[in-house]
């Protein structure tokens, strides 16, 4: 199992430039989260989705930002224009919320997150 | 609101002595429960979880939990730490009606000395 896939790893750009973050989740699975963890604010929950149907994007900051989850297996996270306050790492996660004999689980498996830094 | 509040920031232990990190829940009711832990430059790795049943959970790295209703806590444990056990550690829970996302305490970093 591959677990989650973020590309690229590091991104440096520069204040004004558009920024795309990629994420390929578990094969399977059926929920996918977007999230950012700076030291300031910790880990935030930017957005999720059920489906590949956006279902809480109370989390984004900004009209700069939005995610897309165009089919199962891909998800992008778009900032345009980014600002040198959108530095952070961003976590990509996906789970498979499954109905078993205990009931449903709701555990997430984490990519290994893009540091973004913007200049 | 619904919250985690882990009240540590950071701990220090020396290696080889036992560890418990602090967890609580706001919630009421039983949530669905996690540890993770972020090593430097890592993403998150589940360390275990509880949903139901028996109240003491066994991981992953020799940690295990205990959810203790009356307190609203999840405290992880270690009976021996490691050098490799320096990281930092999340507890996270899933709220009734929260859909299918978890809400993340604020993490210890803990620190390991030899």
């Known amino acids: 199992d591959a677990g989650v896939i973020q590309s690229p790893r590091h991104e440096v750009t520069e204040m004004g430039q558009e920024v795309t973050l990629r994420c390929k989740p578990i094969?399977?699975?059926?929920?996918l989260f977007w999230y950012r963890q700076t030291m300031m604010r910790g880990l935030e929950l930017l957005i999720y989705f059920n489906n590949n149907v956006p279902i809480d994007d109370s989390g984004m900051p900004e009209d700069r930002f939005s995610a897309k989850m165009p089919n199962a297996s891909f998800s992008t996270l778009k900032i345009q224009p980014s600002e040198p306050r959108d530095s952070a790492v961003y976590f990509c996660?996906?789970?498979?919320?499954?109905?078993?004999?205990?009931?449903?689980?709701?555990?997430?498996?984490f990519g290994p997150g893009t540091r973004l830094t913007v200049t | 609101a619904q919250s985690v509040t882990q009240p540590d920031i950071h701990i220090t232990v020396s290696e080889g002595a036992s560890l418990e990190l602090r967890c609580n829940y706001s919630y009421g009711a039983t949530p669905y429960l996690f540890w993770y832990v972020q090593s430097p430059g890592q993403g998150l790795q589940l360390l275990l979880k509880?949903?139901?049943?028996?109240?003491l959970v066994q991981g992953i790295k020799g940690f295990e939990a205990e959810f203790k209703r009356s307190q609203s806590s999840f405290n992880l444990r270690k009976p021996s730490v490691h050098w490799s056990d320096a990281a930092e550690y999340f507890c996270a829970s899933r709220f009734t009606g929260g859909g299918n996302k978890l809400t993340f305490g604020t993490g210890t970093q803990l620190k390991v000395e030899l």
């Open positions: 996660a996906s789970s498979f919320v499954s109905r078993g004999l205990r009931g449903p689980s709701y555990e997430q498996y």
């Open positions: 509880y949903f139901s049943g028996d109240t």
């Open positions: 094969s399977g699975h059926n929920s």
